[in-house]
Structures are given as structure tokens and as C-alpha cells.
């Protein structure tokens, strides 16, 4: 049995500006990793660095434009390297929904809790990004 993270936004803006914070590495560093490269296409590898110690890879598995982007770890920690994380967005009036994935965790654990704190945390930095402009600087970042 595995297990999941999952959380729905709303965000006050547009699918350009919601799809690029999420697959665009130039605007991915103003909300998760401190450093970051990647091409949203599929089969494409991401890094995603947070520090020398996390310096973390994933594929691209599937993508549309203004729509969604999916990652697969390849080189991560244990227990995060059997996971698949995503972005799926959807309009809702003015507002883009954007729904959040993380899932194929082999263990509800310590990590795993406290991963799922920290991407609730990330996503309230993502939408402060794209609504207000506002970029916390890694270090203040769960």
C-alpha cells in the first residue's frame, strides 16, 4: 500500500502565470528549490537543488500546456525516489484550481508527514508568488 498528498488551491490568476510558476525553473526557484533547471517536455530530466546534500533529479512524464505537468523522481531520497508529484489546473471563474498530487509514498512516516506539511506551506508560497509577487528566500522556506 502506498500513500498520497493531495491538496486543491484556488489562485487568483491566470493559467500562464499559474502553468510557468510550476514548470518554468526561473519561476520555480522564487517558491521551492533554491536552484533549478528542466524543460517542461516529456522525458525531459528537472533538477531540482535545495542543497549539496539535496540535489534531486526527476523525469517529466507528462505534460500539457496551461494544464498539467507530472514528475517522476529519479534521484532523490529513499523514500521520496518511488514518488510521483503533479500540477493539474482548471478554471474556475476567475481563478485557476490548481490540483496538487504527491503520491506513491511506500510509508506513512515521519518523513512522509512531514513532507506533506511542507508542501502545504510551499503551495501557500506558490500562490503568494503568482498572486502578489512575493518570493520568501529559501532559507525561510519549510
Known amino acids: 500500500m ?12 491566470d493559467k500562464v502565470s499559474v ?3 510550476v514548470s518554468e525553473p526561473e519561476h520555480l526557484i522564487n517558491w521551492w528549490p533554491l536552484k533549478c533547471t528542466g524543460i517542461p517536455k516529456k522525458g525531459e530530466t528537472y533538477n531540482f537543488n535545495f542543497t549539496d546534500e539535496y540535489d ?3 523525469e517529466v512524464k507528462s505534460v500539457k500546456q496551461q494544464k498539467h505537468i507530472h514528475y517522476k ?12 508529484f503533479g500540477f493539474d489546473l482548471e478554471e474556475k471563474g476567475n481563478d485557476i484550481c490548481l490540483k ?3 503520491k506513491g509514498w511506500p510509508k506513512c512516516n515521519t518523513h512522509f508527514k512531514h513532507s506533506s506539511y ?3 506551506m510551499l503551495l501557500k508560497g506558490l ?6 509577487g512575493i518570493i520568501v528566500p529559501f532559507k525561510d522556506r519549510e
Open 2 to 13: 502506498s500513500h498520497s498528498i493531495y491538496f486543491n488551491l484556488m489562485i487568483n490568476s
Open 19 to 21: 502553468y510557468s510558476a
Open 56 to 58: 534531486w533529479y526527476a
Open 73 to 84: 523522481m529519479t534521484k532523490s531520497d529513499v523514500d521520496w525516489n518511488s514518488t510521483t
Open 100 to 102: 496538487f498530487f504527491h
Open 118 to 120: 511542507c508542501w502545504a
Open 127 to 132: 500562490k503568494d508568488y503568482v498572486e502578489k
